[in-house]
C-alpha cells in the first residue's frame, strides 16, 4: 500500500517569506509525527499529534513554527518569516500509535532551503 | 551534553564483516529503544524495536540494551555492501510519545 508521503519534496525560498509543508500519512494511522534533520544532527522531534489534537508540542523551535492535522489525516507544518537557520529536511512520521508497539514509518522528507 | 550520544563515522568494514553500532543515553527513565537504517536522500526505517533491557535478534541483525549502563548496542553479521547507510538510535521513556534520536552513524561495507 501507499507509504507517507510528503510535498513539496524541496523548496527554496528567500528568508522572511512563509512556507507550508504537508504530510499524507499512511491511511489508518493516528499518530503522526515532525522531525527536523539538519547536516550532522539527529532526527529533532517537533511535533506529535494523535488524531487531530496535539499532546506535545514541545520540539517546534519558536513561535514562527506551527503544525496542524485535519480529519485526523494529512498535516501541514507552518513556518513563518523563514530564517537561514530553518533550512534542513523536514520528515514526517505516521503510526498506529498502538499499546507499545508503535512502528514509525517515514516519508522521504522536504528539504528546504532558505536562502 | 546530549541525551543520546552516537559516534557519528563514518565507519568502513569489509564485506562480511560483523559491525557493532552503539549508542549511549543518559536519561535513566528511557525504556523503549529502536534503531533506525537511513539510506541518502530517504526517510529513515525501523530495523530494531526493544522494550527494557536484553538482547533481541532478527536476521542478520541483533541489538542489545544494557540500562544499568545506560548503553545500547547494534550489530550486523555478515555486512553487506546494500547495509551501507547511516544507522540512527532512537529512544524514549513511558508515557510520552516523544522520541530522542542519535546523530547517526555512517557506515560503509567496502566490497
Known amino acids: 500500500g501507499a507509504g507517507v508521503s510528503q510535498s513539496p519534496s524541496n523548496k527554496v525560498t528567500e528568508k522572511g517569506k512563509d512556507v507550508e509543508l504537508r504530510c499524507d500519512p499512511i491511511s489508518g494511522h493516528t499518530a503522526l509525527y515532525w522531525y527536523r534533520q539538519s547536516l550532522g544532527q539527529g532526527l529533532e522531534f517537533l511535533i506529535y499529534?494523535?488524531?487531530?489534537?496535539?499532546?506535545?508540542k514541545s520540539g517546534l523551535p519558536s513561535d514562527r513554527f506551527s503544525a496542524e492535522r485535519t480529519g485526523g489525516s494529512v498535516s501541514t507544518l507552518t513556518i513563518q518569516r523563514t530564517q537561514q537557520e530553518d533550512s534542513a529536511v523536514y520528515l514526517c512520521?505516521?503510526?498506529?500509535?498502538?499499546?507499545?508497539?508503535?512502528?514509525?514509518?517515514f516519508g522521504p522528507g522536504t528539504r528546504l532551503l532558505v536562502l | 551534553q546530549k541525551e543520546v550520544e552516537q559516534d557519528p563515522g563514518p565507519l568502513s568494514v569489509p564485506e562480511g564483516a560483523i559491525v557493532s553500532l552503539n549508542c549511549t543515553y543518559s536519561n535513566s527513565a528511557f525504556q523503549y529503544f529502536m534503531w533506525y537504517r537511513q539510506y541518502s536522500r530517504k526517510g529513515p526505517e525501523l530495523l530494531m524495536y526493544?522494550?527494557?533491557?536484553g538482547n533481541k535478534e532478527d536476521g542478520r541483525f541483533t541489538a542489545q540494551v544494557d540500562k544499568s549502563s545506560k548503553y545500547i548496542s547494534l550489530f550486523i553479521r555478515d555486512s553487506q555492501p546494500s547495509d551501507s547507510a547511516t544507522y540512527l538510535c532512537a529512544m524514549r521513556g513511558s508515557g510520552t510519545y516523544k522520541y530522542i534520536f542519535g546523530t547517526g552513524t555512517r557506515l560503509k561495507v567496502l566490497a
Open positions: 499529534f494523535q488524531g487531530n489534537s496535539a499532546p506535545d
Open positions: 526493544t522494550y527494557s533491557s
Open positions: 512520521a505516521s503510526s498506529l500509535a498502538s499499546g507499545n508497539q508503535e512502528t514509525q514509518y
